[in-house]
């Protein structure tokens, strides 16, 4: 039982993650899935392949509110970037301060005319990211949460412990499949370990526990037949690069993958100058291959959850990009700016208008202003941090002797700057404070 290029799997987990992030996450998902298996059960039907549909159908249904607003700023960003293209044109090959901050104002300036937050997109990709994780370990460990199919493993283990030199057998086996023999101590462990097991694994421990393969192999087939999924496939396995049905899973992976991508960016033209464009354009293309590479290496039961996630994605994604069609760019926009708003309001500032400027004791101010007298303030603060920070490195010799300053006290400083420079400013506002103090 290997998988990844032969890389041994039975040492990654116990049968259930007991990390301290995923590992709620993963229980919680996992007892969804039991439930969901039991209902199939219920009705004569105990398949972990629909289980596993009907699992990925629910999760995209919860995350919805994460899709809409993922899609939404998607949308959002598809608005925004014609003007953005223009702007980086603008100051296309200009790498000095002052374009480089002109560029930076303008750009915010176009951000606050849409009420857009160019980091607001990583918001559901941070959620969803441990929820993936843990729905992984799920899938790799299905014995840890599934009841129904751990006590087939259950059975089958005890059958081996009654067994004479039960752990030296076991031993033996894993030598056989080029493995690493699992802890025989733990329960858990050599569940893990069977899971992986394919039919000529299995053929290998029918010789290895021949005494007691008759009232083994009820389980196994049983394993089987919960994990059978269409034309055979054994969910349990990995595709391989054999020429079998499972290589629908890893076809099917790609298909759905890229159809969920296309479906995604809602046809965006990418400029052809615009680099980051092009990558995220080269992206989309590579990513559904790795997704069937994956699939193939990894337990089919994986390409399935992966088959049935990127339909369900790409279904939710048409009906939204369908809502926001009919809602129309202007709708959008006001509705971006409002949420904005709220959060401005909350911070104490003023309300940002559908051109990007506001209201500050009774004068219209631009985000353009905003930026540049924040740019002005930061830098302005900065200068006289490291004014004070070299003053200290060079005022020790030509202070008096018993330590007291007398007058201005930066007479006594060394340092000096280019006339007209921030820092120079930041010394003159250092000798008014001075003078006013006296």
Not at 277 to 299: E, H, R, V, Y
Request: hydrophobic letters at 40%; proline letters at 5%; glycine letters at 6%.
């Amino acid at each position: 039982m290997t998988c990844l290029g032969g890389t041994p799997l039975n040492f990654l987990l116990l049968t259930q993650d007991t990390g301290a992030i995923l590992g709620p996450i993963a229980k919680l998902l996992g007892f969804l899935l039991n439930a969901l298996f039991n209902m199939l059960n219920a009705v004569g039907i105990p398949n972990i392949g629909l289980a596993i549909i009907l699992f990925t159908v629910f999760v995209n249904i919860l995350m919805i509110p994460l899709t809409y607003s993922s899609q939404k700023n998607m949308k959002l960003n598809s608005v925004i970037q014609p003007e953005m293209q223009k702007i980086t044109a603008k100051y296309k090959g200009k790498r000095d301060q002052a374009s480089l901050e002109k560029q930076q104002q303008e750009q915010q300036l176009l951000y606050a005319r849409y009420g857009y937050n160019p980091t607001s997109g990583c918001l559901p990709l941070l959620i969803q990211m441990p929820i993936l994780f843990a729905l992984y370990r799920v899938l790799y460990r299905i014995p840890g949460y599934v009841t129904l199919i751990k006590e087939q493993f259950t059975s089958i283990v005890t059958l081996m412990q009654s067994q004479t030199g039960y752990e030296s057998t076991v031993a033996k086996l894993a030598e056989t499949l080029g493995d690493t023999a699992p802890d025989t101590s733990s329960v858990n462990a050599v569940i893990d370990w069977l899971y992986g097991f394919n039919s000529s694994d299995w053929s290998a421990f029918q010789s290895a526990f021949s005494g007691i393969w008759d009232q083994v192999s009820p389980f196994v087939d049983k394993v089987a037949s919960y994990n059978s999924f269409l034309f055979g496939i054994n969910l349990a396995e990995a595709p391989g690069f054999r020429l079998t049905p499972a290589l629908i899973i890893p076809v099917l992976a790609w298909l759905s993958q890229y159809l969920s991508i296309k479906v995604s960016s809602n046809n965006q033209n990418t400029d052809p100058a615009d680099t980051t464009a092009q990558t995220m354009k080269t992206m989309n293309l590579t990513m559904p291959l790795m997704s069937a590479f994956f699939c193939i290496s990894l337990p089919a039961g994986l390409g399935v959850y992966w088959v049935a996630s990127a339909v369900a994605r790409t279904i939710v994604m048409v009906i939204l990009n369908k809502h926001f069609d009919n809602v129309g760019e202007e709708q959008i926009i006001a509705d971006s700016i409002a949420k904005q708003n709220v959060k401005r309001k909350k911070q104490g500032l003023p309300e940002i208008n559908p051109d990007g400027t506001y209201v500050h004791s009774g004068k219209k101010i631009d985000a353009k202003t905003e930026s540049a007298n924040k740019g002005m303030m930061s830098r302005m603060m900065n200068a006289q941090a490291q004014a004070q920070e070299a003053d200290k490195a060079s005022h020790t010799k030509n202070m008096p002797a018993n330590g007291k300053y007398t007058g201005d006290s930066s007479k006594y400083y060394e340092k000096t700057y280019q006339k007209g420079s921030i820092a120079d400013k930041a010394r003159a506002v250092q000798k008014y404070n001075n003078k006013d103090k006296k």
